[in-house]
């Protein structure tokens, strides 16, 4: 199973960016596919996930209906789009999966990360 991150980097406060996640090595567009992000000296906390065949789709507390996750069956990829961004969003995004139907709060399988930073 590979997951591979794209679309990070650096904005301001109050601008977008939009993740990409791709994955080879398992049926990915029947899987679970999460967003999990990390800061530094922080816990690790569940951004958003959907379900296969997008049957449910989660979103963390703080993302206060300024992130959309989705999915791109033709493409097999899942983004993350991120609208009006923090200083307190900045962290290492990671894509995640278990390679089934579910998402879980204990992925099995994770990407390298990726780097958001917002300056105010």
Partial sequence: VQLVESGGGSVQSGGSLRLSCSGSGFTFEYSGI???????????????????????????????GRFTISRDQSQKMVHLQMNNLQPEDTATYYCTTDAWAHCSLTPQYWGQGIQVTVSS
Avoid: L
């Fill in 34 to 64: 999460g967003w999990f992000r990390q800061a530094p000296g922080k816990e690790r906390e569940r951004v958003a996930c959907i379900y296969s065949n997008d049957a449910h789709i989660f979103y963390g507390d703080f993302v206060k």
